[in-house]
């Protein structure tokens, strides 16, 4: 079926898949007509009616039937998935405002199987058709036709709903064998690690510490609390967040609780502590006891995240043999990059500081990350030292590779005497100018300084004053444009015109004018007596130009994985989708909500986030059709918008209606892209993320099809 299906139809389509009448169908498309006045046609209200109803109006292909699978196969964006498993819990529904006022309810039930865990995730009716089933935890579970999303919070896949999903309780072809008791057992302290989510605990209260108040970064009021229990085999502190730390008032020493939905999280001294935030629920089990050891009992001591055996002198160890489970290690490394310190307040109210180096030994790269007092540090090194760092404990990173930390136990010496010969000096890879692309990471150029723009200062979105600065430079290759923002802009504001300068660490992006390199929180511009293999009397004084990115034309039948392509198509549709996320204003990448309603950066941590736009389209050339994708300044153009107007239309009219306004807009219009191919995990077809775009220019158009014949 095309994309211009007409207004009869799409009619007929819904009526066929449908148990409504004709006349029930139009009335639903008049209702629409008539809810959003002018912004749409009959036939642009009929496609929103069919979307509505999940009706496919432009698939070739028939409907596949789900196929079964288990947990740990399942792959954050599947579709049509079906799940046999085994409910673990059944969590208690939370009610929640939406943004246009309306009330919403939201549900999870913990689901296993000898693979893995995952979450049902259920929403508003969902609910009550659900408790209908009388499932109760223990019980076997059959969901098909469902969808696959992975949690931003934790990470954990989760399952979804639609209209056409079924969910089968105690089906009668259950192997019960496949599903032993011990998916159901509680942990015992002793087991657990750092990282797990959804934990069940058994243990008895040892210490109690009641509810305190603390203002979050919104202005409301939050609460935290904390117990300790102790098992057989241990004894962990218990936080608890906000209604949670408000039921510690119920409690007493000597009670057993159970514990349901708690997470791990590293504590103070590398304990591990569970949080309970507002997926969790503890309650007294009056029925069990537990025999507490003695040693345990009268202990100091939490569970540690580390093993005891591990204590006594740091053992040296190099960086790539990090591992999450190591402390009190010793490392010796040069410093390839350095961060800003960053100033942040906790959960608790209390306020700490952050700041991170980068490494390389014999064996490779690494990331050091200092605390408080520690990141003194960070002040008194340069790019090329040698630090030697005795008594610290390995974190898992947020981008999933262990890291060094340094607290106030941690000794650190910079460029000691005996460190002289003991590390090689550092190679870099200095990259020309007119060889940079977009979106590439870690770069660094070697460059004379040709022009300093004032400093310009912006309000950010949280309301924020922001400061960016643009420098011109130039090699023997070319020019650019280097952008620093905030404390590196203040930094390098006053920088002197003609200075050779060493950039460490950039980052490039497809600017108004072409390829620019920018700073992140690890940059560093590093001011120098001399380049060797530049000649300032050869460079001349550019104007504040940037170098454009070539990329071979193909046709979209023709585009591969890999390196910078340009494709020419006429948009056909757009696709649906949230149309903006929450990123750092710093990086812009993609965060993550906590559950303390805080944002975290993998680079930057806590940070008051920014809205990004994106948009996703269907580019036709005729020997294909490629799904492009376009971010930000990208996004903004093509669509003539903002960010903020987008989000402002969605609370008014709806996504699906302004994806239609916008389709309405921009489709037919014929446009040149250039952009990275991918391969799209789903149909191994290939996707494009867009540097750049261009409308179409005849002339050169009609230039480069002479050449192609020439050719």
């Known amino acids: 079926m095309t994309l211009n299906m007409p207004y009869d139809e799409v009619v007929e389509k819904i009526v066929d898949e449908t148990k409504l009448s004709k006349e029930d169908v139009i009335e639903k498309i008049n209702e629409k007509v008539k809810e959003l006045g002018s912004l749409i046609t009959p036939e642009g209200a009929a496609h929103i009616i069919a979307r509505e109803l999940e009706i496919n109006l432009y698939g070739s292909q028939p409907i596949q039937k789900p196929q079964p699978t288990v947990i740990a196969d399942l792959i954050d964006g599947m579709n049509n998935v079906t799940i046999t498993a085994l409910i673990r819990n059944i969590y208690e529904p939370k009610n929640f405002s939406r943004k246009d006022g309306t009330q919403g309810a939201v549900q999870n039930v913990h689901l296993v199987d000898k693979s893995s865990y995952c979450r049902l995730v259920l929403w508003d009716d969902q609910i009550r058709q659900f408790k209908d089933m009388s499932a109760s935890r223990g019980d076997f579970i059959r969901i098909s036709g469902s969808f696959v999303k992975e949690s931003k919070f934790d990470s954990i896949k989760e399952l979804s709903l639609n209209s056409r999903s079924e969910i089968d309780i105690n089906p009668k072809d259950i192997k019960k064998e496949e599903f032993p008791d011990s998916l159901l057992s509680s942990k015992k302290i002793s087991s657990l690690s750092l990282g797990q989510t959804d934990i069940e605990l058994i243990g008895k209260i040892t210490a109690i510490r009641l509810a305190s108040t603390f203002t979050k970064k919104d202005g409301s009021e939050g609460k935290v609390a904390s117990i300790e229990i102790a098992d057989e085999t241990g004894k962990i502190k218990i936080t608890l967040w906000d209604t949670a730390a408000s039921s510690t008032e119920n409690f007493k020493e000597g009670d057993v609780l159970e514990i349901q939905g708690g997470y791990s999280r590293q504590g103070l001294n590398n304990n591990i502590e569970i949080h309970l935030g507002k997926n969790g629920s503890l309650q007294k089990n009056i029925k069990k006891s537990i025999d507490v050891p003695k040693d345990i009992l009268e202990s100091d001591s939490t569970l540690s995240s580390y093993n005891k055996s591990d204590k006594g002198n740091s053992k040296e160890v190099r960086l790539s043999d990090l591992d999450e489970t190591m402390k009190n290690i010793s490392i010796i490394a040069r410093i390839t990059g350095i961060s800003n310190i960053r100033e942040f307040s906790r959960s608790d109210g209390t306020n700490s500081m952050v700041g991170s180096l980068l490494v390389k030994d014999n064996s490779g790269p690494g990331r050091v990350t200092l605390w408080n007092s520690m990141t003194d540090y960070i002040k008194k090194v340069q790019i090329g030292d040698a630090i030697r760092i005795e008594g610290a404990y390995v974190k898992m990173g947020l981008k999933g590779d262990p890291e060094v930390h340094v607290g106030r136990s941690t000794t650190v010496e910079i460029n000691p005497e005996y460190l002289k010969d003991a590390l090689p000096e ?204 376009f971010f930000r300044d990208l996004a903004e153009k093509l669509l003539d918008v903002n960010v903020k107007s987008v989000i402002d239309e969605i609370e008014q009219i709806g996504i699906q209606t302004l994806i239609v306004k916008f389709e309405q807009r921009i489709k037919g219009r014929e446009i040149i892209v250039r952009g990275k191919p991918r391969k799209n995990k789903f149909d191994d077809g290939m996707d494009l993320i867009a540097s750049a775009f261009f409308d179409i220019d005849p002339k050169k158009e009609i230039e480069l099809a002479k050449s192609s014949l020439k050719a």
């Open 426 to 629: 550092l190679k870099f890879d200095f990259k020309e100018i007119s060889s940079l692309e977009p979106r590439e990471r870690d770069v660094n150029v070697r460059a004379l300084v040709m022009r300093v723009q004032e400093i310009r200062t912006f309000a950010k979105h949280d309301g924020s004053e922001g400061r960016v600065l643009n420098i011109g430079i130039s090699d023997n290759s070319g020019s650019t444009r280097l952008v620093a923002w905030d404390d590196k802009a203040i930094e390098l504001e006053h920088i002197e015109e003609m200075s050779p300068i060493e950039i460490f660490h950039g980052y490039t992006k497809e600017g108004s004018q072409g390829v620019e390199i920018h700073l992140g929180s690890l940059s560093t511009v590093k001011k120098v007596n001399k380049i060797d293999s530049l000649d300032p009397t050869k460079i001349k004084q550019t104007e504040m130009t940037t170098n454009i990115a070539s990329a071979e034309r193909v046709d979209m039948i023709n585009l591969e994985e890999g390196g910078l392509s340009e494709i020419r198509g006429t948009i056909l549709k757009v696709y649906e989708g949230k149309m903006y996320y929450n990123s750092c204003p710093e990086c812009r990448k993609k965060v993550t909500e906590m559950d303390d309603g805080n944002w975290n950066c993998a680079e930057h941590g806590s940070i008051e986030t920014q809205h990004t736009l994106f948009v996703s389209i269907a580019l036709d050339d005729g020997t294909g059709c490629v799904r492009v994708t």
